[in-house]
């Protein structure tokens, strides 16, 4: 959406339209098979026909507005993962090694347009689960197809011919660009892109499935800078539903010799952490705790795993969010700059 369309936009009303869903099944090109346009430097777009708003959530709340203030910006309830072309009633966790399908939602039109048809291209990129990744430099094409946008919503389905390894953990980026609606620009961090175009969405959500009384379930996440500056990070646990201790849970972040002597030399500030030693660090209150000035490097990614474990079966989903906060490339210096959400089981496994 243009500057000067948003200009327009916020002196009106917000108009959102409902209507049929229309499912459009596509098939993934490869992901070289179409050039990246609409970077940084395109920030709007002079339509020869009709001037469109196609856009996704980021979220439930989100009701399409650029930029928008919302923390869990990464929990796109308009991107679901399905193992089989049939859509799912949740989203999945995909399978290494195994073609999965994303299914994207459309809808049309958001605050800054009328009700039009708009003929435009959605992408769908993925990156290993991470929050403070660079956009694009960090995240692979997995498909893209041409597609009419139709007043309502439409729904697109992407195939993911194999799942890359290890563990399936994975964050997913959808991303619209049409001539009448390109977007508002592109920032190299991942974060100020999401938040600022309607047009893209973001999905980093977990499933943790633990057997209670069982072995830690390890988890891989990475955190970066995008900037070309060094920064100062802190990684902030939130939580969500049900709390980690209904199952008895525990979380220990390892987070290996580099970003522990880090936060060492950050001065070992967190809250609501209890060191273990050998690197661990216990998560004490998953609901409320952080660790605190870290610091990273121009460029730089650090990778820890984090150690979930449970003791008491629950039918409850126990959701933690880890949050990286430092400064962006909008020069504030306590962004929300990326998380994961997880959602934690504790049951049996099957017989």
Known sequence: MSTRLRQRARRSALTL??????????????ATAAPLDGQSGNRG????????????KDHADDVGLQPHSIFNFWESPDIKVCPTAVEC??????????PAYIFVTLRNPG???GPVVEHGRIEVWGSPSASGSAWPGDWTRIGWQSVPSYPGTTKVTILWPKVPGPGGHYCLIAR????????????????VTVRHNNNFAQRNMERVRTIPAGPFVDVPHTFG????????????????????????GRLVADLGSTVYERWLAGGKVGKGVRDLGRNQIEIVDPG???LDNIALNPREKLALTLRFSTTTVTKETMTVRLAQIGPNSL????????????DVTAGLPSS
């Open 17 to 30: 339209l409902t209507g049929a869903t229309l499912a459009v099944l596509v098939s993934a090109t490869s």
């Open 45 to 56: 777009g002079t339509g020869t026909t009709a001037l469109a708003d196609v856009w996704m």
């Open 89 to 98: 009633n949740e989203s999945q966790q995909p399978v290494v090694n195994q």
């Open 111 to 113: 605050p800054y347009a």
């Open 176 to 191: 619209w660009i049409s001539p009448n609606d390109p977007p508002t620009f592109e920032s190299p961090d991942i974060g």
């Open 225 to 248: 800078n995008a900037l070309a500056t060094g920064t100062r990070n802190s990684l902030l646990f939130s939580a969500a539903g049900a709390p980690l201790s209904t199952a008895g």
């Open 288 to 290: 409320q705790a952080s």
């Open 331 to 342: 020069g504030e210096e306590r962004a929300v700059l990326g998380g994961v959400s997880y």
